[in-house]
């Protein structure tokens, strides 16, 4: 009977946003929808990016900004991406070393919860280390194209930070982040869970902010293929994305708990301990050596319509960041394409489910307005864009 399914390869990073897919491959779900779902863990999105294109993946666990990136990059025009789902929203955390977290401690003028205030105390240790003639501080994130990139910017911009001059900021796979910072060659990251929470017990890391704290509803990672093979093969993604959402239901059911750490936690998916995935799942990190922790609960946000439904506003919010941070140069049909990856289409086409909309909610700066990106970058910048 397994030789009738349709088989399907999906690569993943060991991260918690990958729970549908796995799920979906190592409970049946899949199976269930004709399809012998066969998951790769990948290291770096990188490799990701390069395997779905050249056709060794059908699909992705992927960030959703690589996916606008790879279908607006002028030199691969055969190699657009199309999200028929999202995997989920949040889930990253802010984490700085022990001596940057006392420094902030010193330099902070109120709140240390509130990330305006941990902004403000960052340019002042910024300003005092460039006065002193040291190097500029240097933050990890896991991709250019990614909204912990965004977040860490987002975040610094707010007390006029410069990221590109006043800090370094340099790429590392999400699960290099930890010892990176146990050996002094970061000062800060920004990661998915669970290498925020790994990095606070083997690195003695401090999580300074939760991503939720940034962005109350931010677009992580989509289920992405290729916009040809999604043509080309629209029963069967069909199918993959009905596999994912009843994957995802399964896992927001407090009855399986126990299962979906058990599964999350195997070495060839997350290989990290069941404890953390627990108190992961439950919003709960540990956020110090000293066993301090703090909870939230929408620290990860998983089922339901409004966290996988691809919204196209989060797609034009990602690409609005692209052209804010002078990666991508602003055209309306550049603006076009970006929305068009995020596929709700696809999505309700699969589940016949229609959602609920979604928003943005940062922490500062101007209301996010999908359908008038002139104003919103304006007010960000100070300046139209053509």
């Given at each position: 009977m397994n030789g009738d399914l349709t088989p399907i390869r999906a690569g993943f990073i060991p991260l918690l946003d990958a729970a549908a897919l796995i799920v979906a491959a190592d409970r049946g779900f899949a199976a269930a929808e004709g399809l012998r779902l066969e998951l790769?863990?990948?290291?770096?999105?990188?490799?990701?990016?390069?395997?779905?294109?050249?056709?060794?993946?059908?699909?992705?666990?992927?960030?959703?900004?690589?996916?606008?990136?790879?279908?607006?990059?002028?030199?691969?025009?055969?190699?657009?991406?199309?999200?028929?789902m999202a995997l989920g929203l949040n889930g990253n955390a802010i984490v700085v070393s022990a001596a940057l977290h006392a420094d902030l401690g010193d330099a902070a003028i109120?709140?240390?919860?509130?990330?305006?205030?941990?902004?403000?105390?960052?340019?002042?240790?910024?300003?005092?280390?460039?006065?002193?003639?040291?190097?500029?501080?240097?933050?990890g994130m896991v991709f250019p194209f990614s909204s912990h990139n965004y977040q860490l910017r987002t975040w610094m911009a707010a007390a006029g930070i410069d990221p590109d001059r006043d800090v370094r900021l340099v790429v590392l796979p999400p699960p290099y982040m930890a010892e990176a910072l146990a050996k002094g060659q970061l000062d800060g990251f920004c990661v998915g869970a669970?290498?925020?929470?790994?990095?606070?017990?083997?690195?003695?890391?401090?999580?300074?902010?939760?991503?939720?704290d940034l962005i109350a509803r931010c677009p992580e990672k989509v289920l992405a293929v290729r916009s040809r093979w999604a043509a080309d093969n629209a029963r069967s993604l069909q199918r993959l994305v009905r596999a994912c959402a009843r994957a995802a239901a399964w896992?927001?059911?407090?009855?399986?708990?126990a299962e979906l750490v058990a599964i999350l936690a195997a070495p060839e998916r997350l290989a990290v301990g069941r404890e953390t995935i627990a108190a992961l799942l439950d919003g709960r990190l540990v956020i110090a050596?000293?066993?301090?922790?703090?909870?939230?609960?929408?620290?990860?946000?998983l089922d339901g319509a409004a966290s996988l439904r691809p919204d196209r506003r989060h797609a034009l919010w990602?690409?609005?960041?692209?052209?804010?941070?002078?990666?991508?140069?602003?055209?309306?049909?550049?603006?076009?394409?970006?929305?068009?990856?995020?596929?709700?289409?696809?999505?309700?086409?699969?589940?016949q489910d229609a959602a609920a909309d979604d928003g943005i909610g940062a922490f500062a700066g101007p209301a996010f307005d999908a359908e008038n990106l002139d104003v919103y970058l304006k007010a960000l910048t100070g300046s139209a864009i053509a």
């Open positions: 790769v863990r990948e290291v770096s999105w990188a490799n990701m990016r390069d395997r779905l294109m050249l056709g060794q993946f059908d699909a992705a666990h992927m960030l959703a900004p690589l996916a606008i990136a790879a279908t607006l990059d002028p030199d691969q025009p055969d190699m657009a991406m199309t999200a028929p109120g709140d240390p919860g509130d990330p305006k205030v941990t902004a403000a105390a960052l340019a002042r240790v910024v300003a005092a280390r460039k006065k002193r003639g040291a190097e500029p501080l240097v933050f669970p290498w925020a929470s790994v990095a606070v017990t083997e690195a003695r890391g401090r999580i300074l902010h939760f991503g939720v896992c927001a059911v407090q009855a399986h708990r050596p000293d066993g301090s922790t703090r909870a939230h609960g929408q620290f990860f946000i990602l690409y609005a960041q692209m052209v804010r941070w002078h990666q991508v140069a602003p055209s309306a049909n550049a603006q076009a394409k970006a929305g068009a990856v995020y596929r709700a289409d696809l999505f309700d086409t699969a589940l």
